[in-house]
């Protein structure tokens, strides 16, 4: 049974039959008049929710669009896959969507890659032109499971910490760490993102993320006495590494 669908394109509103593409020619309170968006002559009405036909359209002179419907359906899909999750890398949300719908005709990476980035900026923070107009709040202050990731913001001091317990209660338990700090990785306003980790089974994992907002000796001393002090707080031990 062929049912109304509602699609958003690019420019328009397209309202969806029987693989034919149909848009808003005029409305009244109660009713919505069709027209095939190839200006054919074809025309149709529907209530005012788009959810019945009141009036069956007429003969269109062209063949039906199952393709170009398949592919904005696609498109679609793809776009709220990045609307709810964000935080994603847009290219994972991509290959997921394809891999769900795996003979559905897909709309190119690259050729769909601005509005991927359109998307997911209305639903993540503008980047902050200074140290002191970066916030975090609510989901931004925690990992994908929940767990408290931020534990120390001080624009003054210019050193935002990111550490969860587990990676303290691991840290507690090692003397010896590996500390690096990288420039090219920084996200603005910072100046370096400095890693804190460990070597386990010949492998390094990072434990303590902190942007920087430089590279100064009072700077690299708040940071590891606020690490210093969670420890203790969570576990009671003194780490001294």
Known sequence: MNQLKVAKSKRDINIIYEHYRNKINRKTESKYYLKCIHSCGATMITNADITEIIRQPGNHNHDQEEAQIEYEAMRQKI????ENDPTS????????????????????????RSSMYRKRSKKVPPVPKSIEEVQFQGRWKRTLSGAQFLRYHNPDVGVTIFVTDESLQILSENGGVLCDGTFKCAPLPYFQLYVIGVIWEDRFFPLVFAFMSGNTTHQYRKLFSVVKKKITALTGRHWMP
């Not at 776009?79 to 990045?82: A, E, G, P, W």
């Not at 994972?92 to 050729?111: G, H, W």
């Open 89 to 112: 890398v847009m290219k994972n949300c991509y290959s997921a969507v394809l891999e769900q719908n795996p003979r559905s005709v897909a709309p190119d990476y690259r050729s769909e």
């Open 79 to 82: 776009l709220r896959k990045i």
